[in-house]
């Protein structure tokens, strides 16, 4: 194996000081923009790149973002969104010649905070990307205290310190209901996500509360991102007897088991039961019937992550793009409400 090129053979073969290479790679004054070119040339041409130990000793930065989801790592494979978002991450720190350390950690609360704390002490990311937020999140005062630079991404709780950056739930929840109410519909099941999560509270707060203002029922109930979960639930309440003429499911994959749920009950779909997805996805698309949904972006929502984590840590305000507006994409699986 080539031994690693140093610093010192850079310093060598250009007949300059070793600070002075130093200087030249790590972006300082102290020598000429045409020594900096010389230097940077030399090192592409010898494929030099810096030592992540030295860069940890001198206080620079690592070059590397982190992310921990506290999420099975069967179940996130299942759920296009997040892949989708993580592409859209990855393509900003491409861009920002930046790395991404992603961990899974499942979801029993408090796994992950060793995780930051073992981070900030080894130097090994530069910030975080923190989702899935809860109330009195634990994560934020222990990030502060380490003095990691964080950025909330999704619902944060009111007079939160840190940035956040927050997709147009109030266009997501108006979109949806107006759609219903529309078609005739006037009571609506929710399936929600986990409770405890803020994203899912607050979604349930404006889909309630805009289904109020169109003279809508609203009846939720709590689901976990699953498909046989959802195709459980939603079954035993067909079983129960009248109920919502339309499910609002969370996810692309919930949406799905709403769908399986109904088929096996022989309820036809959108006949006598319409099901909208909060997530868009190919799933959507392929489903039997095609499920309507929301097209929030999620690329896009990873990319804006992304630079606003990159100014946090640069110091530098976010450039303050907003939300980008969703797309509900009417398909198959909505219809008039039944008589």
Same mark, same amino acid.
């Given at each position: 194996m080539a031994e690693r090129v140093t610093i010192g053979d850079l310093a060598q073969r250009l007949g300059l000081s070793k600070a002075s290479v130093s200087y030249a790679l790590n972006g300082r004054p102290g020598?000429?923009?045409?020594?900096?070119?010389?230097?940077? &040339?030399?090192?592409?041409?010898?494929?030099?790149?810096?030592?992540?130990?030295?860069r940890t000793l001198s206080g620079a930065r690592t070059g590397i973002v982190g992310l921990?989801?506290?999420? !099975?790592?069967?179940?996130?494979? /299942?759920?296009?969104?997040?892949?989708?978002?993580?592409?859209?991450?990855?393509?900003?720190?491409?861009?920002?010649?930046?790395?991404?350390?992603?961990?899974?950690?499942?979801?029993?609360?408090?796994?992950?905070?060793?995780?930051?704390?073992?981070?900030?002490?080894e130097r090994r990311v530069d910030g975080?990307?923190?989702? !899935?937020?809860?109330? !009195?999140?634990?994560?934020?005062?222990?990030?502060?205290?380490l003095g990691l630079p964080a950025v909330l991404n999704g619902a944060a709780e009111p007079g939160s310190v840190l940035p956040t950056v927050?997709?147009?739930?109030?266009?997501?929840?108006?979109?949806?209901?107006?759609?219903?109410?529309?078609?005739?519909?006037?009571?609506?099941?929710?399936l929600t996500g986990p409770s405890g999560l803020l994203h899912e509270e607050r979604r349930e707060l404006l889909v309630r509360a805009? #289904?109020?203002? &169109?003279?809508?029922?609203?009846?939720?109930?709590?689901? !976990?991102? /699953?498909?046989? /979960?959802?195709?459980?639930?939603?079954?035993?309440?067909?079983?129960?007897?009248p109920g919502p003429t339309a499910w609002v499911a969370s996810n692309d994959v919930m949406a799905l088991g709403a769908v399986r749920a109904a088929a096996r009950e022989g309820v036809d779909?959108?006949?006598?039961?319409?099901?909208?997805s909060w997530d868009d996805s190919l799933l959507c698309e392929i489903g039997a019937p095609p499920i309507t949904a929301l097209d929030r972006h999620p690329r896009d929502f990873g990319r804006r992550c992304a630079r606003a984590l990159l100014a946090e840590i640069a110091g530098t305000p976010d450039d303050g793009t907003g939300a980008r507006a969703s797309?509900?994409?009417?398909?198959?699986? /909505?219809?008039?409400? #039944?008589?």
């Amino acid at each position: 194996m080539a031994e690693r090129v140093t610093i010192g053979d850079l310093a060598q073969r250009l007949g300059l000081s070793k600070a002075s290479v130093s200087y030249a790679l790590n972006g300082r004054p102290g020598v000429s923009e045409q020594t900096r070119a010389r230097v940077l &040339a030399l090192a592409r041409e010898l494929q030099w790149y810096p030592s992540s130990s030295a860069r940890t000793l001198s206080g620079a930065r690592t070059g590397i973002v982190g992310l921990v989801l506290s999420r !099975d790592p069967d179940l996130l494979g /299942t759920e296009p969104y997040y892949m989708l978002v993580l592409s859209g991450i990855e393509a900003e720190l491409i861009d920002a010649e930046y790395g991404l350390l992603l961990r899974m950690v499942g979801s029993e609360p408090g796994r992950d905070l060793p995780v930051y704390e073992r981070w900030a002490g080894e130097r090994r990311v530069d910030g975080v990307m923190l989702f !899935d937020q809860r109330r !009195d999140d634990p994560r934020i005062p222990l990030l502060r205290h380490l003095g990691l630079p964080a950025v909330l991404n999704g619902a944060a709780e009111p007079g939160s310190v840190l940035p956040t950056v927050v997709p147009d739930e109030h266009g997501d929840a108006r979109q949806v209901v107006e759609l219903l109410h529309g078609l005739g519909h006037r009571w609506i099941g929710h399936l929600t996500g986990p409770s405890g999560l803020l994203h899912e509270e607050r979604r349930e707060l404006l889909v309630r509360a805009a #289904a109020a203002r &169109a003279g809508m029922a609203v009846e939720s109930i709590e689901g !976990d991102y /699953t498909m046989g /979960t959802a195709e459980r639930l939603i079954g035993e309440r067909l079983r129960r007897g009248p109920g919502p003429t339309a499910w609002v499911a969370s996810n692309d994959v919930m949406a799905l088991g709403a769908v399986r749920a109904a088929a096996r009950e022989g309820v036809d779909v959108p006949g006598r039961l319409s099901v909208v997805s909060w997530d868009d996805s190919l799933l959507c698309e392929i489903g039997a019937p095609p499920i309507t949904a929301l097209d929030r972006h999620p690329r896009d929502f990873g990319r804006r992550c992304a630079r606003a984590l990159l100014a946090e840590i640069a110091g530098t305000p976010d450039d303050g793009t907003g939300a980008r507006a969703s797309e509900l994409r009417v398909r198959s699986s /909505t219809g008039p409400a #039944a008589p």
